[in-house]
């Protein structure tokens, strides 16, 4: 077992990790299964069905640039809010109510935003970085309230009206079609990031989290980098803010709000950062808890949510998912041990 | 011949403190450099200035002859000069391969593809790899850089600058925080690379110094106090005076 026999055995072990690292795995069915499952499992809560899918998509908007990039932001729903009122202004105003059109143009304008905003902006980091982008939400969202003979201010645009989905699929009372909707737009989206994240680009903005100094050294234009991402992310988040306005059939000002970043936040820290489907688990959980802690005690129900994040943070500081990530690898230790 | 790295009248002031006073210094190709001088003597501060992780006030920097004083660090890697930190700056939480992996994307321009996975271009893979390989680093590859030896993680380090396959290599202190029964191991590995690369090494080794330079360039209080061949730095009496002096125990040693 000497000799350059091992050596070329070690160098395409080594290589075969790299060569397959984007293969898809089995345990990657689950949440599309489970996806699937509750739209004949809970036919009569598919609006909040659409609301959890929308959140969850906006999570994973966030996942990008925080949990990959290392970008962050207490911001985000600057770019959430734009794409709900391009759908909802374009609708209203322009008469524009074709809903998939609606929410790729709703992407371009957020991610076109995003870049502009982001080549400001990341040149600064950590807490400059931080009061930036809750500073650039803030004055979108007083804007829109300055001009709320447009933008209908925190009464929002009621009664938004979208044209049939691909003009057969009407929204029903029960929001299935939104719902259906929802879910095939997150596969799509999820497909693109999936690819992201496995490409050398991808790869470059998880260095770039690790060590940018070493980034720098290594010759990689690391602003660019990160411009592109906060576009792409943008782009995402505004895709999700598309779809809320359209599965809610109405959008007000608060889409903007500080507490909409933040929640994103919570969510994809809860799950996990920087695994994708950390942002699944995160905003499945948050969402599920606040549906039924609100039902419990309206007034109170934050402070579950609060302990949770607390322990979560205590005891699971890798997110729930890498809590079952550390499960199990303790149980295949000692199953092999 | 134009020198493969030349730095002309370089200054550079912190406030007050000068740390770079009219630095005038010539690597030529496959040049073996050291550069020495006391603690506090601007010897990182120089390789900053070279890198470009600061800006000098006055002077340039030359790389084959094109002046690169105001382009970015990045910009300056990417044609050709790399450096190692004396603190490790590596990707900790990532493989070692992905380390070398990334670099590699990075100095071919595959990293601005967001769609392609990054597994398929095997070339990267198996150039890592013989990188890794050339370091006796394979068997570390899949392992986290934080998981292994702070030895380990120094030849890491090392790795990553040759797989930007530089022209110029600047050395900060190679084998700095290793044990000694260790630091052969990366002073070995230095001594053996490609002899067309110009090296600037940092070392308070004086026996590697010795060993590994052909020239030597003493730098005393962020300016240059003399530079020449092994012999003539070990011969100068002022050099020992102020540098040598307070290991005249060790020079004594090995003259």
């Known amino acids: 077992m000497t000799g350059p026999a091992t050596r070329d055995e070690a160098h395409e072990r080594a290589a075969a990790y790299l060569v397959s690292r984007h293969y898809y795995r089995w345990p990657e069915v689950l949440p599309w299964l489970i996806a699937v499952a509750c739209f004949f499992v809970f036919p009569d809560r598919m609006s909040f069905g659409s609301q959890v899918l929308v959140m969850l998509l906006f999570a994973l908007s966030l996942d990008l640039i925080l949990g990959y990039a290392g970008i962050v932001t207490l911001g985000h729903a600057a770019f959430f809010g734009i794409g709900a009122y391009v759908v909802a202004l374009g609708s209203l105003r322009l008469g524009w109510s074709e809903p998939i059109s609606g929410i790729i143009v709703a992407g371009i304008v957020a991610g076109l935003v995003g870049a502009i905003v982001g080549w400001f902006i990341l040149r600064y980091h950590g807490l400059t970085l931080l009061m930036l982008t809750i500073a650039f939400a803030a004055t979108l969202q007083e804007s829109g309230n300055l001009r709320s003979d447009i933008t209908g201010g925190y009464d929002g645009l009621p009664g938004l009206t979208f044209d049939p989905l691909l003009g057969i699929f009407d929204y029903d009372l029960y929001g299935r079609t939104s719902y259906v909707y929802a879910l095939v737009v997150l596969a799509v989206v999820f497909y693109f990031v999936r690819r992201i994240v496995y490409s050398p680009f991808g790869q470059a903005l998880t260095g770039i989290r690790e060590n940018v100094r070493r980034m720098h050294a290594i010759g990689s234009p690391v602003h660019r980098r990160l411009v592109t991402a906060y576009a792409v992310s943008a782009a995402i988040a505004g895709v999700a803010g598309a779809l809320f306005t359209q599965t809610n059939a109405y959008c007000t000002l608060t889409v903007f709000d500080f507490d909409n970043s933040a929640k994103v936040m919570v969510m994809l820290i809860l799950g996990g950062t920087g695994r994708l489907y950390g942002a699944f688990v995160g905003a499945v959980v948050y969402m599920v808890l606040e549906d039924h802690l609100s039902k419990l005690s309206p007034t109170f129900w934050q402070l579950g949510i609060g302990l949770l994040l607390v322990l979560a943070v205590l005891f699971a500081r890798r997110g729930l998912l890498g809590l079952v990530e550390d499960a199990g690898k303790y149980l295949s230790a000692r199953k092999s041990s | ?255």
């Open chain 2, 1 to 255: 011949m134009t020198a493969a790295l030349e730095v002309q009248g370089l200054n550079r002031s912190f406030g007050a403190l000068q740390v770079a006073r009219d630095i005038d210094l010539a690597l030529e190709r496959g040049a073996r450099r050291a550069l020495i001088g006391p603690n506090g003597a601007g010897k990182t501060t120089l390789v900053n200035l070279i890198t470009g992780v600061l800006r000098p006030s006055a002077g340039t920097v030359l790389l084959d002859g094109a002046d690169i004083t105001s382009l970015s660090q990045a910009e300056r890697a990417r044609r050709g000069l790399a450096r190692t930190f004396q603190i490790n700056q590596l990707f900790r939480g990532l493989t070692v391969l992905e380390n070398l992996a990334m670099t590699i994307g990075e100095r071919d321009g595959n990293c601005n593809n967001l769609w392609r996975p990054a597994g398929v271009k095997r070339a990267v893979i198996d150039e890592a790899l013989d990188h890794l390989a050339s370091l006796r680093l394979v068997d570390d590859a899949l392992k986290l850089v934080r998981e292994l030896p702070y030895g380990r993680q120094r030849l890491v380090e090392i790795a990553i600058a040759l797989a930007q396959k530089p022209r110029v290599l600047l050395l900060d202190e190679p084998a700095a925080g290793v044990p000694s029964s260790e630091s052969h191991l990366i002073l070995d590995v230095v001594a053996a690379l490609d002899p067309d690369i110009a090296i600037l090494i940092i070392e308070h080794d004086m026996d590697v110094v010795f060993r590994f330079a052909k020239h030597i360039t003493v730098l005393v209080q962020g300016a240059v106090f003399t530079e020449g061949s092994p012999a003539e730095i070990q011969a100068n009496e002022q050099v020992r005076a102020v540098y040598l002096g307070e290991e005249s125990h060790q020079g004594g040693r090995h003259g």
